[in-house]
Nanobody, 123 residues
Framework: QVQLVESGGGLVQPGGSLRLSCAASVRTWLTHAMGWFRQAPGKEREFVAAIDWNGGTTHFADSVKGRFGISRDYANTVYLETDSLKPEDTAVYFC?????????????????WGQGTQVTVSS
């Protein structure tokens, strides 16, 4: 069992940036693919970004390409760097982990989930 805890969310003005963190209860470097998803009020949860088990490959949703970055350390933490934030980026952001050498982007492919951190983009 893997516990995931997200942090770093908050209120930010349009055009601003936030760095979200996700700490796992076990080492995930070289064992787990990590993903970020988000869910806005009244909408379904959607894929944002993912990074493979050794950090060598990343994938982003079209809506965040060029504005968001994803990275991981050599232990148990993955980061989502958000920049040029827009009001439509407002959502609860969830971290997910899957023991896999692949790079899943579908919600159903991730076994472990965090509780989420709220990001609100508003002036």
């Amino acid at each position: 069992q893997v516990q995931l805890v997200e942090s770093g969310g908050g209120l930010v003005q349009p055009g601003g940036s936030l760095r979200l963190s996700c700490a796992a209860s076990v080492r995930t470097w070289l064992t787990h693919a990590m993903g970020w998803f988000r869910q806005a009020p009244g909408k379904e949860r959607e894929f944002v970004a993912a990074i493979d088990w050794n950090g060598g490959t990343t994938h982003f949703a079209d809506s965040v390409k060029g504005r968001f970055g994803i990275s991981r350390d050599y232990a148990n933490t993955v980061y989502l760097e958000t920049d040029s934030l827009k009001p439509e980026d407002t959502a609860v952001y969830f971290c997910a982990a899957e023991p896999s050498e692949e790079l899943p982007t579908e919600i159903g492919k991730y076994r472990y989930w965090g509780q989420g951190t709220q990001v609100t983009v508003s002036s």
